[in-house]
């Protein structure tokens, strides 16, 4: 139901932009969430946006980095990502806040996508 693309393979320092499209939901109904695992690793909060867009929060390993966006017409999520880390290398996911309260608890979140992954080289 949520599709990402986007990933790749890029130096540290390096930007990638990340997509997520909803393929049979409206994801304008929801807060929409960026996480991302890496191997041996729990699922991490990136970042998430508010329905219109106006409210976006991140994890702490990504201010000032990142930047989440949507565009509700396009039923399309992006996650904007600059000054990238080897640590930044995981799979990232989008989903959808089953709460609408901007969750950072995966638990709280559905409709994941498969991921799309993000190598970054130092």
């Known amino acids: 139901q949520l599709v990402e693309s986007g990933g790749g393979l890029v130096q540290a320092g390096g930007s990638l932009r990340l997509v997520c499209v909803g393929s049979?939901?409206?994801?304008?109904?929801?807060?929409m969430g960026w996480f991302r695992q890496a191997p041996g690793k729990e699922r991490e909060f990136v970042a998430a946006?508010?329905?219109?867009?106006?409210?976006?929060f991140y994890g702490d390993s990504v201010k000032g980095r990142f930047t989440i966006s949507r565009d509700n017409a396009k039923n399309t999520v992006y996650l904007q990502m600059n000054s990238l880390k080897p640590e930044d290398t995981a799979v990232y996911y989008c989903?959808?806040?089953?709460?609408?309260?901007?969750?950072?608890?995966?638990?709280?979140?559905?409709?994941w996508g498969q991921g799309t992954q993000v190598t970054v080289s130092s």
């Open positions: 946006v508010s329905w219109s867009g106006a409210s976006t």
């Open positions: 989903a959808a806040d089953l709460t609408g309260r901007s969750s950072k608890n995966a638990i709280e979140y559905g409709y």
């Open positions: 049979g939901l409206t994801v304008s109904t929801y807060v």
